[in-house]
T-cell receptor, first 116, second 114 residues
């Protein structure tokens, strides 16, 4: 069985602060994909990143960065110099890469509020 | 532009009534999914379909039904058996191609009980 835990229910920061959203996962699969999605107030989830389980390189995209550590089963997401437009609910998700039905499992989400 | 269209954006259900949520995609994706979102609960899978004329129950299928007669369409019916239907419903699709695993989402339908 797969499980994704986002322990932080809500985070509140002031603009320009750095913020890290935690994601811890459990899986018995040897190969899998990890994802982050952003859900702004409009409701539609937007894909941010996909990481393969065999690729532990960290990734940076502008103000966003992701730290994947297989040893601790974590896939944390950091926003540097946060902005009000970053306010949203962020979901971490896990999906097997082979076998089974390829159904993704989502965490409960972390609501990020960035104050001006 | 390719994408997923959900309608209506807001829907109200009376006691004992069945209602149907529409989901249409023009991405040529084989797999489609329905999720239910409640505050603080994350996304829970209701039904999914990996190919036309086939669908499988997700974690919370009771009180819901679906059909997949066309690749582009995956409507969800919330039946009167679903006693607590108030939630935000999201439809998604995915392709096994280059973007394997990535889900594309619609903008959702908020269902409320009158």
């Amino acid at each position: 069985a797969q499980k994704v835990t986002q322990a932080q229910t809500e985070i509140s920061v002031v603009e320009k602060e750095d913020v890290t959203l935690d994601c811890v996962y459990e899986t018995r699969d040897t190969t899998y994909y990890l994802f982050w999605y952003k859900q702004p107030p409009s409701g539609e989830l937007v894909f941010l990143i996909r990481r393969n389980s065999f690729d532990e390189q960290n990734e940076i995209s502008g103000r966003y960065s992701w730290n994947f550590q297989k040893s601790t089963s974590s896939f944390n997401f950091t926003i540097t110099a946060s902005q009000v437009v970053d306010s949203a609910v962020y979901f971490c998700a896990l999906r097997p890469a082979s076998g089974g039905s390829y159904i993704p499992t989502f965490g409960r989400g972390t609501s990020l509020i960035v104050h001006p | 532009d390719g994408g997923i269209t959900q309608s209506p954006k807001y829907l109200f259900r009376k006691e004992g009534q069945n209602v149907t949520l529409s989901c249409e995609q023009n991405l040529n994706h084989d797999a489609m999914y329905w999720y239910r979102q409640d505050p603080g609960q994350g996304l829970r899978l209701i039904y999914y379909s990996q190919i036309v004329n086939d669908f499988q129950k997700g974690d919370i299928a009771e009180g819901y039904s679906v059909s997949r007669e066309k690749k582009e369409s995956f409507p969800l019916t919330v039946t009167s058996a679903q006693k607590n239907p108030t939630a935000f419903y999201l439809c998604a699709s995915s392709s096994p191609g280059q973007q394997f695993g990535k889900l594309f989402f619609g903008s959702g339908t908020q269902l409320s009980v009158l």
